[in-house]
């Protein structure tokens, strides 16, 4: 009885494969068409909103790369809350490399719930053009970024333009990390439009209209929130317009994380998705394909254990691979749903409780994903 019960379990994660593999091979041929053709010559002049907030290892590389844009017009802001940030000297070494890039450094005052959000209220005051854009303090660009992502909003009907991301770490526990988000965070991430959810958007890339903010209430709508990225994307997409997801792939660094960080950052992420989107996030566990090859192997069902073994090492190798160009995906492809077990771990410790590690704080989260509390 209980092999043919855990057949249905199967069969869902089974079909949820083969839609990420879908979603992740026509996000390959829509870049591919895009890269293709020229770079359409919608070239807004844009702001750059990059709050910063201690000391990244990428955070040199990052900012240069900022500075080197193939782009005729744009500025580039970045925000700090202290003065004595360990970041301050490293953006005025990498500012001063280029005097004469059009970017700046900006001391943030304003105070918030969310301290990220308390900068960009700051930097949104002082950007000048009516194009914006927001990404991680440690988030690096190709050369062609500003072309490629300010394109899409010569469409009235696309709101957001948002962009993958590919993770790097010195540390073994920061490359787990990096494994899954490359194999899962992402294909779930293309799955979304594929399925006809629109309200999405990463930290790695936000590029929106000024307008389409201060319709949504600007970013004092969501000052206490956790999930900032999300609620711009949620709030822009409300007002009519389309979240689009870009062909860039950007790059970042976790900054060499022990097994005790990356368990509360990936705690973090269960807690933040489950306040913000409680319905999505019931649904993950159909997700974790490797659980149920291996509840299915325990109790004799080789065939759909196999089947589902090697549809999460296929899917993963695609995403992490052949979308992201992370070669270690290619290479555990094989060992890949081990990670669903670890997923489906930290999605269980989720489901309760809702405090949260972030930047060194002990947060409390409301219902609605509020920060309303931090020690």
């Known amino acids: 009885m209980l092999s043919l ?9 089974l079909a949820y494969q083969a839609v990420a593999l879908l979603a ?12 293709s053709k020229p770079i359409p010559p919608h070239t807004p002049p844009v702001s750059i909103l990059k ?20 782009y005729p017009e744009y500025e580039l802001l970045l925000g700090v809350q202290d003065e004595d940030d360990p970041a301050v000297p490293v953006i005025r070494a990498a500012l001063a490399d280029q005097p004469a890039a059009r970017a700046r450094l900006v001391f943030c005052s304003t105070k918030t719930a969310n301290a990220k959000v308390g900068s960009l209220i700051d ?3 002082e950007a000048k053009h009516s194009v914006l854009i927001v990404n991680d303090a440690d988030i690096r660009v190709p050369r062609d970024y500003l072309r490629r992502v300010a394109a899409p909003l010569q469409s009235s009907r696309a709101g957001v333009v948002t962009c993958l991301y590919r993770a790097s770490s010195a540390t073994l526990a920061g490359a787990f990390e990096c494994l899954g988000i490359a194999v899962d965070f992402i294909p779930s991430t293309l799955v979304a439009p594929l399925v006809g959810v629109q309200e999405f958007g990463l930290g790695s890339t ?38 689009v997801m870009s062909e860039v792939i950007v790059d970042t660094h976790l900054a060499g994380p022990d097994w005790r960080a990356v368990w509360r950052h990936q705690l973090r992420w269960a807690r933040t998705i489950r306040v913000s989107r409680p319905g999505g996030y019931a649904g993950l566990p159909v997700t974790h394909a490797g659980v149920w090859a291996l509840a299915n192997l325990a109790v004799g ?3 759909a254990a196999t089947a589902l073994w090697v549809a999460r090492s296929s899917m993963g190798a695609v995403a992490g691979f052949a979308v992201l160009r992370y070669w270690p995906a290619l290479f555990l492809a094989p ?4 990670w669903d077990v670890w997923a489906f771990v930290v999605w269980s410790a989720g489901l309760a409780g809702r405090t949260a590690w972030w930047r060194g704080r002990r947060i409390t989260l409301s219902r609605d994903g509020r920060i309303v509390s931090a020690q």
Do not use: K, M, W
């Open 123 to 125: 930097l949104a005051r």
């Open 206 to 243: 936000l590029c929106f209209r000024r307008a389409d903010l201060e319709a949504a209430g600007g970013f004092e709508a969501f000052a206490d929130y956790i999930a900032d990225d999300y609620q711009l994307a949620r709030r822009i997409t409300a007002l009519g317009r389309h979240a």
């Open 5 to 13: 019960f855990l057949l249905l379990p199967a069969a869902i994660a």
């Open 301 to 303: 069902n080789v065939g």
């Open 51 to 70: 709050p910063v907030r201690g000391l990244d290892e990428a955070l040199d590389a990052a900012i240069r790369s900022h500075l080197d844009q193939d």
């Open 24 to 35: 992740c091979l026509v996000f390959l041929e829509r870049s591919r068409i895009r890269r």
């Open 335 to 338: 060992l890949l749903p081990l």
